[in-house]
């Protein structure tokens, strides 16, 4: 029962010397030690971060309250400058009706003054018939 196609030959084999080395805990324990290193840094930073985003948030507050009142501001002096345009309007009305008003008194007297004469005139002369 020997077949002839399936002989077993011996392999020859290379030889590996495995040697031992502490490389990779070498390198594993400075990642190790960095990754510590970022952690606390992180962690003190976050105090920090808490502070300035407190100072962030409060600077905002006010900038935006000093925006209100700015706001507020302009609508006041819009408001003031309507009613100050307002009052000049009726002060000068006011002005114009009283200066009507006077020129017709004084037309008014003006024509009394003419018709006075003439019917004192006349009522002497009735009353002195000659």
Known sequence: MSNPDFEVRPVDRPIVVVRRSS???LIGGVVAIVAL???AVVVMNRNDTGQQA???YQQGAAT???NDATQTAQAAAAQATGAANAANASAN???TQAAIRAQ???DNRTVQQQ???AATADS???ANPQ
């Open 54 to 56: 407190s100072s962030a």
């Open 115 to 117: 018709s006075a004469p």
């Open 104 to 106: 017709q008194n004084a």
């Open 23 to 25: 490389n990779g805990w």
């Open 93 to 95: 009305d006011a002005q």
């Open 64 to 66: 935006a309250t000093a």
């Open 124 to 126: 002497s002369a009735s």
């Open 37 to 39: 290193v970022a952690a």
